[in-house]
């Protein structure tokens, strides 16, 4: 299952950047975080080997000179920092081979190892279909540490994929449901017809710190199609007769385009990370300009 969803290779980078996710928003309660902070909040951890671009104010020195080898102080603060990842599960993430689902699903694990590994509280919230009385979001149990790994692991490798969804929904009802600040993640392709930037302004209001990881296809950015042809939308089933030619082609480029850049600019204007990849691309990539907490 872990290889499935995060490779050996990819886990080793993994190892590398969990020190360098931050989370700026706090939920208050007690936890286990190893804290960058100064100060009688934070107590003393353990040490490890000093890399570039470390504080080095968190040298310690009595340590280096009795080695010879220079080594950061890892503090423990008293608070709780959590992660809540929302999954989009909606019928568009089919799409694609390999699916958006099966690279959505191997983000949403990497965040996830990010968080456990480093200490964090995790938590997986899964963005259904709405209708028939489903509520439009699912939460996993929480989970916590390095145990809480391949829990995690087995939670996401059980998410398919169906329907359409309201991606404001969920979101909403995050806030609703998890009044307590902490940085949300929504792994979309933000195919969405719902409001879904005026429901991330509200989560940012709330006091959450929020992350946007865009995945799409290849053809999406790129399509290929030419001719007559009868579309059918995966979420809704309806179909459409189009005539791909340059105008149409031009037409849905202008949309995609104005979609992305709805989303970079609401990252710009809320302190928020926006980061977008292609099904074809190395999601280390991806991570790595998470973690910088990056707008592409």
């Known amino acids: 299952m872990t290889d499935a969803l995060l490779a050996p290779e ?56 009795r080695s010879g080898q220079p080594v950061t102080k890892l503090f423990r603060a008293e608070e709780d920092a959590v992660v809540r990842i929302v999954l989009d599960a909606s019928a568009s993430l089919e799409f694609g081979t390999p699916s958006k689902l ?105 006091g959450h710190d929020l992350a946007l990881v865009q995945i799409l296809d290849p053809t999406e950015l790129d399509p290929e199609l030419e001719g007559d042809l009868s579309l059918v939308d995966s979420e809704s089933g309806e179909s459409v007769e189009v005539t791909a030619d340059g105008a149409a082609i031009e037409a849905y480029l202008l949309r995609i385009t104005g979609l992305i850049e709805e989303l970079r600019a609401f990252a710009r204007r809320h302190g928020a990370t926006y980061v977008r990849a292609t099904t074809d691309e190395s999601l280390l990539a991806l991570v790595r300009r998470l973690v910088a907490r990056s707008i592409d």
């Open 102 to 206: 099966d690279a959505a699903r191997r983000v949403a694990a990497a965040i996830g190892y990010l968080s456990l590994a480093s200490g964090q509280r995790a938590e997986l919230w899964i963005a259904h279909p709405t209708g028939a009385g489903r509520l439009p979001l699912e939460r996993t149990p929480p989970r916590r540490g390095r145990a809480g790994v391949t829990a995690l692991l087995r939670d996401l490798s059980r998410v398919s994929a169906g329907g359409g969804t309201d991606l404001s929904a969920p979101v909403r009802a995050l806030v609703e449901h998890a009044p307590r600040p902490g940085l949300v993640v929504v792994v979309s392709d933000f195919f969405d017809a719902g409001p879904v930037t005026s429901a991330l302004g509200l989560a940012r209001a709330s």
């Open 10 to 65: 990819f886990l080793r980078e993994l190892e590398i950047l969990k020190r360098r996710l931050e989370i700026q928003a706090r939920s208050g309660g007690a936890g286990e975080r190893v804290s960058r902070r100064r100060g009688s909040s934070a107590e003393f951890h353990e040490h490890r080997p000093y890399e570039p671009g470390d504080d080095l104010r968190r040298i310690d020195w009595h340590a280096f000179a």
